[in-house]
């Protein structure tokens, strides 16, 4: 039945905006360096042409918004919104991401300092540090398996003031008030509130870094689901996911005046 509602709820949104996660939504996440595929692009341009607001909400700094740049029509690049390290920095496609940077948290520099002292990476690793994030691939660690508990042991962890998010290939440890969820109020801002936000990512799953963006509706999860009834759903189960099912998606909406709606009848559709 709640799978009911969240089908009819997707049907019946007005869609003035589609939020994305990047690596493992927009890309695969084994080809995360190579460029968006020209059929995702196509149909963002198309949404774009008619009105839809487009933004990217990603884990990456710089690497995802220079392959953006590259892949999208310049005379996109000022409507499009960027939020990176996991909303931390949120800034429109035309925007040198370097300046204007934040400040940096005063709690992140002391976890970092932390870290190099516990012996968790793995040698010759140097840790990457940013203002409001830091980012360790699993294979940047000497047990990635433990690497949340061991985590714990550092106060402001403990205590909730910073918060790890884990994707596919790499754990995200930032301010615990950063979300995703603001490349979506920015972008809900600029659009008004007639319409909606559709928010898509892959990683729903308790602790991932698109839970908080996945918990908003509408919004869909292209590969991880949270297991909650009002949480991140998938259209496809384990039959699509990735850029694959994302596609899907984005050729389903169909551009009414002013807006657009996902037709869930052009797609096969899991009933559960």
Sequence with gaps: EARKAWLQGLSNARIGG????????????????????PE?????????DAGILVGFATGRGGSACDALRDALPERLHSTVAGGYYNGGHVRTLDADIENGRPEADADLVALADWIEGQSLLAPGTKLKRGEVQIT?????????????????GFV??????????????????????TSKTAVTD???RRMGFDHHVLAIGDSGEPGGNDTDLLRRSPSVSVDGVCGD???????????????????????????????ARLDLD???????
């Design 18 to 37: 589609i939020l994305l996660d990047y690596d493992g939504t927009v890309v695969a996440t084994e080809a995360r360096l190579d460029p968006p595929a």
């Design 40 to 48: 995702i692009i196509s149909e963002l341009v198309r949404l774009a």
């Design 136 to 152: 360790i691939r699993h294979d940047e660690l000497t047990d990635p398996a433990t690497f949340l508990s061991t985590l714990a």
């Design 156 to 177: 402001a962890v403990a205590d909730g003031r910073i918060r790890a998010l884990s994707s596919h290939h790499s754990f995200d440890l930032l301010p615990s008030a």
């Design 186 to 188: 920015e972008m809900q």
């Design 229 to 259: 009834l009002g949480g991140s759903w998938s259209l496809f189960g384990h039959t699509l996911s990735g850029p694959v099912a994302l596609l899907r998606i984005l050729r389903a909406l169909r551009i009414e005046s002013g807006h």
């Design 266 to 272: 052009s797609l096969t559709v899991s009933p559960a």
